[in-house]
C-alpha cells in the first residue's frame, strides 16, 4: 500500500511520550547466562545494553507512562482521546486488549481502542490507520502506542534472539492540523518470509512442539531488512516527490546497527541524520521508533519543518515508512544527563529533565 492521503486535510503529530524500564541488562550479564561476549554481541549488533521489564510488569504498565507523557505533551488528558491504538505482539492477554485496558486507565471513556499486530512494524501501521482515520473524519484525536515486552517471549538460553531485544513503549498523540504533517506512507507485508521470525503455538495453530518462544532466522530476516528498508524510504519518498538529500531526521527500526548502517549508506543519507538508539535499547519491536523519535525530540534533532522519514520492518514479514513534516515547535533541547529507568521526557515536558 501506497499513498499520500488527502490533501485538503492536513494529520500530524503533536505530542511524543516514551518510557523504557529501570533494569538494565549489559551484555557482559548475557554473557553469564548464554555463550555470548561483549565483543560478538556489539561487532554483530552494535547493542550494549537493553531494558527489561520487572516481573510485576505488562505491557499496559510501559504504555501508560509514555501515553500520559505523549498527552501532556499535546495538552490534552484521556478523556479528549476518541480512537487508541496499541501496536504489539506481546499484549497484557490475548483480551481484553491492552488498548482496552489503556483507556480505562486513562480515562478515555469515549475512545475506541484496539491492538494491533503487525510485528516490529506496528507502530508503522498504527500511524497509518489513525492518519486514515482523522482525515476520515471518524475520529477527532488519536493516541497511537507502540511498546512490546519481547523479554516474556524469549527463550532465555537461545543465544541467537536473547541478546537481540529489549523492552519499551512510545506514544503519540495525532490530531488534525493547519499544515501537514504526515506527507505519505508506504506499507507491506510478505506473509510467505513469516516463519522467517514467527512464535509457533501462540494461536489456534496447532503445533507439535509448542514451545511459544520466539524463532528467527537471522540470516535470513537480516537479508530483509536491509532490502526493505532502502526499498520502502525509495517508494515513500518518490512517491512525495522527494529525495534523500530531502530528509532531515530519518529513523530507522532500531533492530541491529549493521542493518542501520548498511540501509543508510544504500540510501545515501548522511549518518548526522540517523537516529540510532539500539546500542541502549536492543530491539524494543513496536516501542523501537516512537522511542528513537523521543530520543531525538531529546536531543534536539525534531524541530518544526524538519522532513522525517520512518521506516520499520519486522514479523510478518512486514515493513512500512512514513514521510512528514515536524509541526511541533521545540525549545532548545535540554541538557540534563541521561538518568536510567525513567519516563524519557522530551524537552517541552521536562520536569527533572531526566532521560533514557
Ligand atoms: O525486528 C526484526 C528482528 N530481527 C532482526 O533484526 C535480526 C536480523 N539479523 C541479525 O541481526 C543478524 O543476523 C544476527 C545478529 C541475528 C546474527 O548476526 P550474523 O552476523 O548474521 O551471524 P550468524 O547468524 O551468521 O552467526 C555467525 C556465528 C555463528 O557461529 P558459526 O556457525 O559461524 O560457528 C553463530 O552460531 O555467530 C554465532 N552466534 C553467536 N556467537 C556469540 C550467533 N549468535 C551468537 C551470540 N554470541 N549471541
Redesign the pocket.
Same mark, same amino acid.
Given at each position: 500500500m501506497i499513498g499520500n492521503g488527502r490533501s485538503d486535510v492536513h494529520v500530524t503529530i503533536t505530542g511524543l511520550g516514551a518510557y523504557a524500564p529501570e533494569r538494565v541488562i549489559t551484555n557482559a550479564e548475557l554473557s553469564q547466562l548464554?555463550?555470548? !561476549?561483549d565483543e560478538? /554481541?556489539v561487532e =554483530?549488533?552494535g547493542i550494549r545494553e537493553r531494558r527489561i521489564a520487572a516481573d510485576s510488569q505488562a505491557l499496559s504498565d510501559l504504555c501508560l507512562p509514555a501515553a500520559q507523557q505523549a498527552l501532556e505533551q499535546a495538552g490534552i488528558e484521556g478523556k479528549d482521546v476518541d480512537l487508541l491504538i496499541v501496536a504489539t505482539v506481546t499484549p497484557d492477554m490475548m483480551f481484553p486488549s491492552t488498548s482496552a485496558i489503556l483507556a480505562d486507565r486513562l480515562g478515555a471513556t469515549d475512545a475506541a481502542a484496539y491492538d494491533l499486530s503487525a #510485528?516490529?512494524t506496528g507502530f508503522m501501521y498504527a500511524l497509518a490507520q489513525a492518519y486514515g482515520m482523522l482525515a476520515g473524519g471518524l475520529a477527532r484525536r488519536a493516541l497511537v502506542v507502540g511498546g512490546d515486552v519481547l523479554s516474556r517471549i524469549l527463550d532465555w538460553s537461545d543465544? !541467537?534472539t536473547v &541478546? @537481540?531485544f529489549g523492552d519499551g513503549a512510545g506514544a503519540v498523540v495525532v490530531e488534525p492540523s493547519e499544515e501537514a504533517g504526515f506527507l505519505a506512507f508506504e506499507l507491506g507485508a510478505d506473509g510467505a518470509g513469516g516463519e522467517h @521470525?514467527w512464535l509457533p503455538g501462540s494461536g489456534s495453530r496447532r503445533f507439535e512442539d509448542p514451545d511459544r518462544f520466539v524463532k528467527?532466522n #537471522? =540470516?535470513e &530476516?537480516?537479508r530483509f $531488512?536491509t532490502r526493505v528498508l532502502v526499498q520502502s524510504a525509495e517508494a515513500v519518498l518518490e512517491r512525495e516527490g522527494s529525495t534523500v538529500d530531502d530528509v532531515d531526521v530519518y529513523v530507522p527500526?532500531q $533492530? %541491529?546497527v =549493521? /542493518?542501520i548502517d548498511h540501509a543508510t549508506k544504500k540510501l545515501g543519507i548522511p549518518s548526522d541524520r540517523v537516529v540510532i538508539n539500539v546500542d541502549r535499547y536492543g %530491539?524494543t !519491536?513496536s516501542g523501537s521508533i516512537p522511542l528513537a523519535l523521543a530520543d531525538a525530540q531529546e536531543d534536539g534533532r525534531l524541530r518544526q519543518g524538519k522532513l522525517v522519514l520512518m521506516t520499520g520492518? #519486522? $514479523?510478518g514479514l512486514t515493513w512500512g515508512s512514513a514521510l512528514m513534516r515536524w509541526t511541533m515547535g521545540l525549545e532548545a533541547p535540554s541538557a540534563e544527563p541521561a538518568t536510567p529507568g525513567q519516563t524519557i521526557r522530551p524537552p517541552a515536558a521536562a520536569e527533572g529533565g531526566a532521560a533514557a
Amino acid at each position: 500500500m501506497i499513498g499520500n492521503g488527502r490533501s485538503d486535510v492536513h494529520v500530524t503529530i503533536t505530542g511524543l511520550g516514551a518510557y523504557a524500564p529501570e533494569r538494565v541488562i549489559t551484555n557482559a550479564e548475557l554473557s553469564q547466562l548464554v555463550e555470548t !561476549s561483549d565483543e560478538w /554481541i556489539v561487532e =554483530r549488533t552494535g547493542i550494549r545494553e537493553r531494558r527489561i521489564a520487572a516481573d510485576s510488569q505488562a505491557l499496559s504498565d510501559l504504555c501508560l507512562p509514555a501515553a500520559q507523557q505523549a498527552l501532556e505533551q499535546a495538552g490534552i488528558e484521556g478523556k479528549d482521546v476518541d480512537l487508541l491504538i496499541v501496536a504489539t505482539v506481546t499484549p497484557d492477554m490475548m483480551f481484553p486488549s491492552t488498548s482496552a485496558i489503556l483507556a480505562d486507565r486513562l480515562g478515555a471513556t469515549d475512545a475506541a481502542a484496539y491492538d494491533l499486530s503487525a #510485528g516490529c512494524t506496528g507502530f508503522m501501521y498504527a500511524l497509518a490507520q489513525a492518519y486514515g482515520m482523522l482525515a476520515g473524519g471518524l475520529a477527532r484525536r488519536a493516541l497511537v502506542v507502540g511498546g512490546d515486552v519481547l523479554s516474556r517471549i524469549l527463550d532465555w538460553s537461545d543465544r !541467537s534472539t536473547v &541478546v @537481540l531485544f529489549g523492552d519499551g513503549a512510545g506514544a503519540v498523540v495525532v490530531e488534525p492540523s493547519e499544515e501537514a504533517g504526515f506527507l505519505a506512507f508506504e506499507l507491506g507485508a510478505d506473509g510467505a518470509g513469516g516463519e522467517h @521470525l514467527w512464535l509457533p503455538g501462540s494461536g489456534s495453530r496447532r503445533f507439535e512442539d509448542p514451545d511459544r518462544f520466539v524463532k528467527m532466522n #537471522g =540470516r535470513e &530476516v537480516f537479508r530483509f $531488512a536491509t532490502r526493505v528498508l532502502v526499498q520502502s524510504a525509495e517508494a515513500v519518498l518518490e512517491r512525495e516527490g522527494s529525495t534523500v538529500d530531502d530528509v532531515d531526521v530519518y529513523v530507522p527500526h532500531q $533492530a %541491529n546497527v =549493521r /542493518i542501520i548502517d548498511h540501509a543508510t549508506k544504500k540510501l545515501g543519507i548522511p549518518s548526522d541524520r540517523v537516529v540510532i538508539n539500539v546500542d541502549r535499547y536492543g %530491539n524494543t !519491536s513496536s516501542g523501537s521508533i516512537p522511542l528513537a523519535l523521543a530520543d531525538a525530540q531529546e536531543d534536539g534533532r525534531l524541530r518544526q519543518g524538519k522532513l522525517v522519514l520512518m521506516t520499520g520492518m #519486522g $514479523a510478518g514479514l512486514t515493513w512500512g515508512s512514513a514521510l512528514m513534516r515536524w509541526t511541533m515547535g521545540l525549545e532548545a533541547p535540554s541538557a540534563e544527563p541521561a538518568t536510567p529507568g525513567q519516563t524519557i521526557r522530551p524537552p517541552a515536558a521536562a520536569e527533572g529533565g531526566a532521560a533514557a
